[in-house]
């Protein structure tokens, strides 16, 4: 060997060597990057219980009008119906700013993983009302067409929100048209069980962001003492 094909092997050898420490530092980085931006497994859990709390918070509230509104329908006080109806639309307006809120608190926590177990959307037949089923189709077809699990659940918990906010518009349209239109309680009560439905499918997506970065934790932590 010259010494000219040995100096470009042990010139070889050195970047090798350089490149191999530059790799193990931006890995190490990396993973401190991920725990510190990550937020404490306490603060995560306290996320998940709020969407929970609060979608069980939704279903109790507007299911409670909705109940008192049948019974006043059925005992025949039509007005007194469509105003408990109303009042129960405006609960629910009030208390979508949080549920919002908490779902987008869930993207935020999602946007740092680099990978994540995909959910299921949400099929359009999960829904009641002409309107949300489509939007689920359509959601679907999005679903689909992104690469990632983590592009997936980023847009599946984006598309409860939107279904969310639609479905609480579609619930005080349909309140408005009361009492004149006494057709429109079929709707009201599917538009009520769809409103729970996207409270159930959010506490689901929550709980497998919470897995996931519990699990990112782990593999961090085993990554270190490697």
Not at 102 to 127: C, D, M, T, Y
Not at 144 to 151: A, D, P, R, T
Not at 161 to 190: C, H, K, M, N, Q
Request: net charge positive; aromatic share 6%.
């Amino acid at each position: 060997m010259t010494f000219g094909s040995l100096a470009f092997a042990v010139a070889l050898l050195f970047l090798l060597a350089v490149a191999a420490r530059f790799h193990d530092l931006r890995r190490q980085e990396w993973i401190e990057r991920a725990m510190q931006e990550a937020i404490e497994p306490g603060q995560r859990r306290e996320a998940f219980e709020s969407v929970e709390l609060s979608a069980r918070e939704n279903r109790a509230v507007l299911g409670g009008y909705h109940r008192d509104a049948l019974r006043l329908r059925d005992e025949g006080r039509a007005r007194e119906a469509a105003a408990e109806m109303a009042e129960g639309c405006s609960a629910i307006e009030g208390m979508a700013a949080e549920f919002l809120h908490l779902l987008r608190r869930l993207r935020e926590l999602a946007r740092p993983l680099s990978a994540i177990v995909p959910l299921e959307p949400i099929g359009p037949r999960s829904f009641g009302t002409r309107e949300l089923r489509r939007g689920a189709a359509l959601g679907n077809v999005v679903h689909h067409l992104l690469l990632s699990g983590k592009e997936r659940v980023l847009w599946h918990v984006r598309a409860l929100g939107l279904a969310f906010r639609y479905g609480v518009l579609l619930l005080r349209r349909s309140t408005s048209r009361l009492p004149a239109r006494a057709d429109e309680w079929r709707r009201i009560e599917a538009l009520v069980r769809d409103l729970d439905t996207i409270g159930d499918e959010s506490v689901v997506a929550a709980r497998r962001i919470l897995l996931t970065l519990d699990a990112l934790d782990r593999l961090a932590l085993q990554s270190l003492h490697r």
